[in-house]
């Protein structure tokens, strides 16, 4: 499974490539205004310095909403770099323009999804990454994890390219589940990429085996 952080935070990003396991990088508006970047130009050079810290694919996410703008913004984003994967939230328009990206070879991720409905549309549109957001389901007292499985089913059943990106990711049992189910790739804040390091009965060990050692070699 593939490891993306779900972040525009520079340091965070730069702190899981370090770690070795990053395998890309998803962002949205509400994530890129967390970090106070406004302004087109600014926003655009973000993206390209995210891809230059990192070796996978980023997601940029269109704002807008219609056909046209939709295609005009995406081939901008596209062609900032190579490692751009497009960003098309699932609405009407937005099938109709994952259907033209893919037919100019333009990577996208179906972004908002939240019913296995909607991501048999997105691999029928030739969408490349398809976004469930399973915490803000869990979050709705609905069975996030249920939806990824379902997906999986569906896409397994037809033999769809489209890669299961699990998204709105909340912690650590999400990510073991989601490897468990067989999504594709979970993209993650590095809380809960780092919170995978952690268990008790590992620290006690290697605090034994440091103090067994320390008596012996002083
Ligand atoms: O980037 C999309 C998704 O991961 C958002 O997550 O935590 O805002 O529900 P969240």
Redesign the pocket.
């Known amino acids: 499974m593939k490891f993306f952080i779900?972040t525009a935070n520079l340091e965070q990003i730069k702190e899981a490539q370090d770690l070795g396991v990053l395998d890309g990088v998803?962002t949205?508006p509400?994530?890129m205004a967390k970090e106070g970047i406004k302004g087109q130009e600014n926003i655009l050079n973000h993206y390209v310095t995210i891809c230059n810290l990192v070796d996978g694919d980023v997601s940029a996410e269109v704002i807008a909403t219609d056909f046209k703008g939709i295609i005009e913004e995406g081939e901008k984003l596209a062609s900032l770099h190579k490692q751009i994967v497009v960003k098309v939230p699932m609405i009407k328009e937005g099938i109709k323009a994952i259907k033209y990206f893919s037919s100019k070879g333009i990577k996208t991720n179906c972004?908002l999804v939240f019913s296995p409905g909607q991501a048999l549309l997105a691999a029928k549109a030739g969408a490349t990454y398809v976004?469930p957001?399973l915490?803000?389901l869990d979050d709705a007292s609905t069975d996030g994890l249920e939806l990824i499985e379902k997906i999986r089913i569906i896409y397994d059943n037809y033999g769809y390219q489209t890669q299961i990106l699990a998204?709105?990711?909340?912690h650590t049992m999400h990510i073991v589940k989601c490897a468990e189910i067989g999504a594709d790739v979970a993209?993650c804040p590095l809380s809960a990429i780092t919170g995978l390091l952690k268990h008790p009965l590992t620290d006690i060990g290697l605090a034994t085996f440091l103090a067994d050692y320390k008596k012996v070699n002083g």
């Open positions: 779900d998803t949205n509400s994530l972004t976004s957001f915490g803000r998204a709105s990711i909340r993209t």
